[in-house]
């Protein structure tokens, strides 16, 4: 059943980007940038532009359940597309585990005891029960939640962004010198973790209507709207807060409180809303990833199993929700935002890649699909700045990515082996 429109997608990707990662990430980025933080949103929104690009090109050509791991299966073949599946699962685990840490954060500066152990565990525990119920009704219901929690965060987020220009300090814009490429390169790697969420979206890419038409438009419309709203977000937290904006891990309710007074705690209960709603777009989107590897025999195939009327993935719903919470337990927001900021750019690598190779073969599931313009200049475009982005990644992170390939790799070619068998 295709029940998911042009609206409903657009709100799902202003749902799933933006998440709770704003709430924290402009006092994050002044750690690194100082005032030129802004820029970091400016040219990761030029770098995401060409992205945005390749899978509005790509999803407007299949119709198959399963988004980048589609996409890439469909262009090179069965390991690449498992390859970046796993990958993909990765990073959307570990920023569902990074957005609920943020969400017990939040919540913890108006009810402190929320940030002891077992009563944070807890918390987590039942979102994450709540949301698979929620997702066990079908991907109608999950949609038309997803279209409530992408107005309930939009619309407070654009009022203090135009609010908080009345107390905006141009002092506090004035950038006394670039930071060094190390600094913009790690803000880079967070900031395309912040705009991810467009591959999520598009993950149940079977339960679209007419792809080839609501896919590009949707695409370019939600991160038309996530873009000027981080950037607007980012120039006022500067603007107003100015040195107090380093290192503060929440300036936007920081913001609020001097806008309106009482509109900090406003914020918070803003910010929870928008954390549940990207962990609401997550569970939607990734469960149907897991399912359509279970389905392509991959995984087991009790995670491709459908429940009633519905025809929701339950196993493959409550197997994302436990992992998610696992981490949510035991990370913390920054080491779970750079290992999937980093898994996101390998991602987007074999997306684009894999947009040029089905626009080049002309592989496609409908009539009139969305084609890039220049040949394979945009693709190109946007694997360079990736690649360039992913040089700024610290060993650390190069060895979590490496293993987690290396593990799926295995995995890979012990299910193969069992197969032939």
């Not at 990662?21 to 820029?39: N, Q, W």
């Not at 590897?293 to 339950?314: H, K």
């Not at 074999?350 to 626009?359: H, M, N």
């Not at 650390?396 to 987690?404: F, M, N, P, T, Y």
Request: positive net charge; glycine residues 10%; contains cysteine.
């Amino acid at each position: 059943m295709r029940a998911v429109g042009f609206w409903a997608l657009a709100a799902s990707i202003v749902n799933i980007t933006i998440g709770g990662s704003i709430f924290a990430l402009p006092g994050a980025l002044a750690v690194t940038m100082g005032s030129a933080a802004p820029l970091a949103f400016v040219i990761g929104a030029l770098l995401f532009i060409p992205i945005v690009a390749c899978f509005a090109a790509a999803g407007s050509r299949l119709t198959k359940t399963g988004g980048p791991y589609t996409y890439v299966d469909a262009a090179f073949g069965r390991l690449p597309g498992f390859l970046v599946a796993a990958i993909f699962w990765i990073s959307n685990v570990a920023g569902s585990g990074s957005m609920s840490a943020i969400l017990a954060s939040q919540l913890a500066h108006v009810f402190p005891w929320l940030g002891e152990p077992v009563p944070r565990a807890v918390l987590l525990f039942a979102v994450y029960a709540l949301l698979a119920v929620l997702n066990a009704q079908g991907v109608r219901v999950g949609a038309a939640a997803i279209m409530a929690f992408a107005a309930a965060k939009a619309i407070p987020l654009l009022l203090l962004a135009i609010l908080g220009f009345h107390y905006v300090h141009l002092d506090n814009l004035v950038i006394p010198h670039i930071p060094e490429w190390s600094s913009i390169g790690s803000s880079l790697v967070v900031v395309v973790f912040a705009y991810s969420g467009i591959e999520t979206a598009l993950a149940p890419s079977g339960e679209l209507r007419d792809p080839a038409r609501i896919v590009p438009t949707a695409a370019f419309v939600g991160v038309a709207i996530v873009i000027a709203l981080y950037v607007m977000l980012q120039i006022v937290a500067q603007g107003v807060l100015g040195p107090a904006l380093v290192g503060n891990d929440a300036p936007l309710a920081a913001v609020a409180e001097l806008v309106v007074a009482g509109g900090g705690g406003f914020l918070v209960l803003t910010a929870a809303v928008s954390l549940v709603g990207v962990l609401q777009g997550d569970l939607l989107g990734s469960s149907r990833l897991l399912y359509a590897l279970a389905r392509d025999g991959f995984l087991p195939a009790s995670l491709a199993t459908v429940r009633g009327n519905s025809r929701a993935p339950m196993y493959a719903i409550i197997a994302h929700a436990a992992v998610g919470w696992i981490l949510a337990v035991a990370g913390s927001f920054t080491t779970l935002a750079l290992v999937s900021g980093g898994a996101f750019c390998l991602v987007y690598i074999g997306s684009c890649a894999a947009a040029w190779q089905l626009e080049r073969r002309n592989i496609n599931d409908t009539a009139s699909p969305f084609r890039l313009r220049g040949g394979p200049t945009i693709p190109l475009i946007a694997i360079a700045a990736l690649i360039l982005i992913l040089t700024t990644l610290r060993p650390a992170e190069w060895i979590a990515l490496g293993s987690a390939s290396a593990a799926v790799s295995a995995l890979f070619a012990l299910r193969q082996w069992s197969q032939k068998r």
